[in-house]
Structure formats: structure tokens, C-alpha cells
């Protein structure tokens, strides 16, 4: 089945720096990426898509400058939250879909984001 | 704007069956509803997925009512792994570009 690898699993990071997580398709060449952000005991909230090749399209309320997002290639998407700050900390999640089946979402395992 | 309604917690006996309803009462005709889950700290788990039919796999079965209106997924075995919040959401068939939107699910808590 397809899967998505995302790392790291959890991340600790001073307030200024900058944290960079990674999403891999391992089995699939994905057309869409997909980024999460998820505070605790509440639901995913879609932050951007982006296509590989182009710009990501973030939604309403996301800063685009400060969550940078990389599509380079078809198995690869990057997010690199900028200049982090305490109420960046979150859970992080990518989704990668692929050209084609209509279950084509597949889920990384998160990353655990603490700043401090 | 929620397209799903979920009960917020269920609680179920390790061994029974689990049957979690959704009530999608504008669910349009090309649109499936789709069932994932998802343990703590971990990300969503594909579960199952359907238009009209009941549909069954390993993990699960969906039953759609006839109107479209409900389903319910049933896990019929529960075990305490099975203890995570279960998100039903509607997917427009034709996909595109549009990223998952979750609502609140249910948290299911499987009882030993």
C-alpha cells in the first residue's frame, strides 16, 4: 500500500530557529501534498496544498512567509516553520495524494513540534 | 460549515462490535463518504470508503442507509488497539486538489 514518511517524529527547537520537517512518498509519486497543523484535543486544521513544481496554496490565516513549503519533487515536500515561537508549537501532519484512486490520502505519522 | 455529524465520544466492550454513526444529510450524489482514524499522536489511518453500497475489508464495514443520509462504520471485533478518534468525512468523487477536512469525530474508547 502507499506510504508516507515524514520526519522527525518530534523536535525541540529554540524560539528564532528555524525547524524544517520533511514528507516522503516512499511507493507512489504524489501530485498533491497536503500540511496539517493539529493543537491538542483538537482536530486537523488544513494549513497548505501544494503541488509539485508550483507554489503552495495556503489557507485563510496561515502566513505563507513563515511556514515555507517545498515541493520539489514528486515524492518529496518539505515545511520549514521560520523564526518559531512557543505558540508554533504543534503537531504537524502531511498528506500526499497521488494521481490517481480515490484513497489516495495517505498520512504521515506526524511531528511533534516543541519551542522553547 | 460541517458536512458530518458525529457523536463526540462512544465508549464499547473489548470483543463487541463498535458501530459509529454519521449523519451526512447533504451529502450530494457524487460524493463518498470516507472513514479514517486516528490513534494518539500518530497520523490518520485510511479505513474504508463508499458511494451507495455497503462496502467490507479487514478493518471494517460501512453501511450507507438508502437515502445517503447516514452511515454507520462497525468494527466488529473491537480491541483495545481500536481505542482512537474516528473521523467520517464526504469527498467530492471527482478528488482534485482539496485537502481532507476533519471535523471532530468520535472518540472511541474501547473498555476491557
Known amino acids: 500500500g502507499a506510504v508516507v514518511s515524514q520526519h522527525p517524529s518530534w523536535v525541540i527547537c529554540k524560539s528564532g530557529t528555524s525547524v524544517k520537517i520533511e514528507c516522503r512518498s516512499l511507493?507512489?509519486?504524489?501530485?498533491?501534498m497536503f500540511w496539517y497543523r493539529q493543537f491538542p484535543k483538537q482536530s486537523l486544521m488544513l494549513m497548505a496544498t501544494?503541488?509539485?513544481?508550483?507554489?503552495?496554496?495556503?489557507e485563510q490565516g496561515v502566513e505563507k512567509d513563515k511556514f515555507l513549503i517545498n515541493h520539489a519533487s514528486l515524492t518529496l515536500s518539505t515545511l520549514t516553520v521560520t523564526s518559531a515561537h512557543p505558540e508554533d508549537s504543534s503537531f504537524y501532519i502531511c498528506?500526499?495524494?497521488?494521481?490517481?484512486?480515490?484513497?489516495?490520502?495517505?498520512f504521515g505519522s506526524g511531528t511533534r513540534l516543541t519551542v522553547v | 460549515d460541517a458536512k458530518t455529524t458525529q457523536p463526540p465520544s462512544m465508549d464499547c466492550a473489548e470483543g463487541r462490535a463498535a458501530n459509529l454513526p454519521c449523519n451526512h444529510s447533504?451529502?450530494?450524489?457524487?460524493?463518498?463518504v470516507y472513514w479514517y482514524r486516528q490513534i494518539h499522536s500518530q497520523g490518520p489511518q485510511y479505513i474504508i470508503h463508499?458511494?451507495?453500497n455497503n462496502e467490507t475489508n479487514e478493518m471494517a464495514s460501512l453501511i450507507i442507509t438508502e437515502d445517503r443520509k447516514s452511515s454507520t462504520l462497525i468494527l466488529p471485533h473491537a480491541t483495545l488497539r481500536d481505542t482512537a478518534v474516528y473521523y467520517c468525512?464526504?469527498?467530492?468523487?471527482?478528488?482534485?486538489?482539496?485537502?481532507?477536512?476533519f471535523g471532530k469525530g468520535t472518540h472511541l474508547i474501547i473498555q476491557p
Open positions: 468525512i464526504v469527498l467530492y468523487s471527482g478528488g482534485g486538489a482539496d485537502g481532507l477536512t
Open positions: 498528506s500526499a495524494r497521488g494521481s490517481g484512486g480515490l484513497y489516495g490520502y495517505t
Open positions: 447533504t451529502i450530494s450524489g457524487n460524493e463518498y
Open positions: 511507493d507512489f509519486q504524489a501530485t498533491t
Open positions: 463508499g458511494l451507495k
Open positions: 501544494s503541488n509539485e513544481g508550483s507554489k503552495a496554496t495556503y
